[in-house]
């Protein structure tokens, strides 16, 4: 028993040493990114690359304060250096800032379209897996027809964080409109290790220099805004070509990525004159082989209701509706094969169909793995198959119209 | 007789007097089983096959148990390094004896770097490696200290913690919706080569034939009777789990993810999102990690050091603990430069050393057990006949 005070010593002597850790971060010493924007730098390999931070300032963000009357401080600033990998841009970043940056609460990437088309961005993204401090969860976007710099410093309205914006504005595109999806990081780098892929773009309508001040929230319109707009092919890792309208959701609808979208259908003699309200669709990819020749069957089942007619129709029939469904049948159906068309003419198969094939013969597709982009794809057949069902008509059968 | 019985009496008695309960076994095998195997890209030389390598290694295992307890029904007060004396006669087989225990220690220094190494890349790179050793380490010799009675109780807490920890883990990744089954397609891909080069090299030895090392404690157990049960029990239920978890691996990451990782758990926990809200669960991979790790090294230093006491004929394993885990913390450090020193080190063992003692030498100790009692069968016959 004579041991008991010194074992109660070395106890709490141990409580001081053991508690907290090398690698704690106080947050009062951090700066939170909440973007980062890649740009191509210059031709010399020493600035290779310029990269864009966007980092939270937090005293304006914090509740309470944004409250009422204007702002006068920035919600968020940028920062830029150049280097030739991203690592070293990132760290170079250190001697424009006042605290150490901090990557975990990243909730956006943004490629400017020049590195995209020019350099490739096949290699770019090895610094994000391997760095335990990124989470890959966060959206990869293209900036389509300017810099990644110049979308990070808009000052956008309602989102004090122009991040979070695009991040929202993403998200509800993905849920209701379909037409682009969130490009997550994962998945990107999942498709880069292949040779083709798919990644939503963003572009800014207006003078970005205008933007770049909060005189542009100070207006009802703002004159600068930032909109999420179209599909970029990339082959090999260099933009090939930019998707948009009835190809991206065609594009989309083949991934299996819709969820809702709306379909304009003809009503009687008035061209697009009503529209379904899509609820759920579901895309399956099988493969069959056939004299050495692979043949792709996209089979898409999808669902809605309709919610809104510019002509008298009635709608109670059950025979109209039966039309209008072998009509949104042959609408969708074009749309997969202008998204399919697309693809063949690139060459680049960001479908994936390699892997169906893959799993339906693995020995062929060993055989055919090598050719397939360039010469087999574009000229593989395949047969698309849509479903449609119409389910109802919403609170009213016939519209007010006569 | 006579005389074989009184020294099989002096042999034991040098042991520690503490007894384990089948449960405790059973949970001491399971966590075992686990220890980084369920963390690091287990069995993917066979690409989308691996869930089959591994249950061929499984098999392996299985075949080895046989071995492992018709040695144990020949002498059931002894420990490996009791027996191998036995077999092999009183010069060699020490030497045998010495030679595991050196197998037992490196493996233990292996797993505790395996442990630094992973912590250090997946959680706190600012921490040196030497901290993170000593502490572990002092952790084990503690548990030690107190005996192996203890760290069967130990085991029987923890094991309920991992299991709920690999539940969570387990559902979260579910309701993510990452899960990909094609992934896991085609079955044979590249052809039963792979596989069979994989079940055989690599998911046999590493863990199921690790498992060499309980041979040291079976004589602790309380009822020995029920060591088979509770053995293949522990064996298939934690080939399963590993079975299990490589397979969801693949299908979350897909091949050529889980292959470039590092710790493929963990990047298939990172990528759970459940509304915004439950997310970065890395938590349950690094603790999953320090429980096993925990109780594998444990296991290993603990009979490696009955293993000394018995062959040195030392009084009680209390008084080498502290020596020689000072000499692990220093192997640790100097075991390898770099992590892929490390891992390549590693694959080397397990590939071409681990070999002999899992299987080579239980497989000699058998054939020459059979040989003796052949004779002796004769000699007590012709004695009866005379």
């Not at chain 1, 956006?108 to 020049?114: K, P, Q, S, T, W």
């Not at chain 1, 003809?266 to 759920?280: V, Y």
């Not at chain 2, 706190?124 to 760290?151: D, S």
């Not at chain 2, 049960?229 to 080939?239: E, P, T, Y």
Request: glycine letters at 6%; one cysteine or more; aromatic letters at 10%.
């Amino acid at each position: 028993m004579n041991h008991r005070p010194i074992t109660i010593l070395i106890m709490l002597l141990s409580t001081v040493f053991l508690s907290g850790c090398w690698d704690r971060a106080e947050l009062q010493d951090l700066d939170i990114v909440s973007a980062i924007g890649i740009d191509k730098g210059s031709d010399e390999v020493e600035n290779r690359y310029m990269v864009t931070v966007q980092v939270i300032n937090e005293g304006q963000i914090a509740s309470g304060k944004g409250g009422g009357g204007a702002k006068e401080i920035a919600p968020v600033t940028t920062y830029s250096a150049t280097g030739s990998t991203v690592a070293e841009s990132l760290r170079k970043i250190a001697p424009k800032i006042p605290q150490e940056l901090f990557f975990p609460h990243i909730q956006l990437m943004v490629i400017g379209e020049d590195l995209a088309k020019q350099e490739g961005i096949q290699d770019l993204f090895d610094w994000i897996e391997r760095d335990s401090q990124f989470r890959t969860l966060f959206p990869i976007l293209v900036v389509k027809n300017n810099t990644a710099k110049n979308v990070l410093k808009i000052v956008t309205s309602l989102e004090p964080i122009p991040s979070a914006k695009i991040v929202g504005g993403l998200e509800s595109t993905q849920k209701t409109w379909g037409e682009f999806v969130m490009t997550r990081a994962d998945k990107v780098i999942q498709q880069m290790s292949g040779n083709a892929a798919l990644l939503t773009g963003v572009q800014i309508i207006g003078d970005p220099d205008e933007g770049n001040s909060l005189k542009n929230v100070q207006k009802i319109s703002p004159p600068t805004e930032l909109e999420i707009k179209g599909l970029g092919i990339f082959k090999k890792g260099k933009l090939q070509k930019w998707l948009e309208g009835d190809e991206a959701r065609g594009a989309i609808l083949i991934n299996n990525e819709v969820t809702k979208t709306i379909v304009d259908l003809n009503c009687n003699k008035k061209k697009k004159g009503l529209s379904i309200d899509m609820m759920r669709s579901k895309t399956k990819i099988t493969a069959k082989i056939k004299n050495n020749k692979p043949i792709i069957y996209i089979a898409v089942r999808s669902e809605g209701h309709i919610s809104e007619v510019h002509c008298p129709i009635d709608l109670g029939k059950h025979k109209v509706i039966e039309k209008l469904e072998k009509q949104m049948e042959k609408e969708l159906k074009e749309e997969i094969l202008l998204a399919l068309e697309a693809a063949k003419k690139e060459k680049s198969d960001f479908f994936r169909f390699g892997e169906t094939i893959n799993r339906e013969d693995p020995k062929l597709w060993k055989k055919i793995k090598n050719q397939w982009d360039e010469e087999i794809f574009p000229e593989t057949e395949v047969n698309v198959h849509v479903q449609a069902f119409i389910r109802r008509s919403g609170l009213r059968t016939k519209p007010y119209i006569k | 007789m006579l005389g074989l019985n009184h020294q099989e009496m002096r042999d034991s008695s040098t042991m520690e007097k503490a007894k384990i309960s089948a449960i405790q076994l059973f949970a001491l095998m399971f966590l075992f089983e686990m220890g980084t195997a369920v963390i690091i890209s287990y069995g993917i030389d066979a690409k989308k096959d691996s869930w089959l390598a591994i249950m061929l290694g499984m098999c392996v295992g299985i075949i080895l148990f046989f071995i492992y307890y018709f040695l144990f029904r020949q002498y059931p007060n002894l420990p490996l390094t009791g027996y191998t004396r036995k077999i092999f006669g009183k010069y060699l087989g020490w030497i045998i004896g010495l030679l595991y225990i050196i197998f037992f220690l490196y493996i233990t220094v292996h797993n505790i770097r395996s442990f630094g190494e992973l912590l250090l890349s997946s959680t706190m790179p600012k921490t040196p490696l030497l901290a993170l050793i000593i502490l572990m380490l002092l952790a084990i010799c503690y548990v030690l200290y107190l005996g192996i009675e203890v760290l069967g109780r130990t085991a029987e807490v923890f094991i309920v913690i991992l299991i709920l920890l690999g539940l969570t883990g387990n559902l979260f990744i579910f309701f993510s919706g990452n899960v990909d089954l094609h992934n896991l397609q085609p079955f044979l891909e590249n052809g039963w080569k792979p596989i069979l080069k994989t079940a055989f090299l690599e998911t046999s030895s590493f863990p199921f034939g690790q498992m060499v090392v309980f041979t040291m404690l079976l004589p602790y157990l309380n009822r020995p009777e029920s060591m088979k049960k509770v053995w293949l029990f522990a064996l298939i239920l934690s080939g399963l789990v590993l079975c299990w978890t490589a397979s969801l691996n693949i299908a979350v990451l897909g091949t050529e993810n889980v292959e470039r990782s590092t710790f493929p758990l963990l990047s298939t926990i990172g990528k759970v999102d459940l509304f915004e809200f439950i997310q970065r669960l890395d938590v349950i991979v690094v603790f999953t990690l320090l429980i096993t790790v925990f109780f594998k090294a444990s296991i290993f230093f603990y009979c490696a050091l009955i293993g000394i006491v018995d062959l040195f004929k030392l009084k009680n394993h209390q008084q080498i603990i502290l020596p020689i885990g000072c000499i692990l913390i220093f192997w640790s450090m100097s075991l390898a430069s770099n992590f892929s020193e490390h891992i390549g080190e590693s694959r080397y063992v397990d590939s071409y050393i681990t070999v002999y003692f899992h299987i080579i030498i239980p497989l000699l100790m058998l054939v020459v057990t059979l040989i003796r009692n052949r004779f002796k069968k004769n000699d007590s016959s012709e004695s009866n006949l005379t």
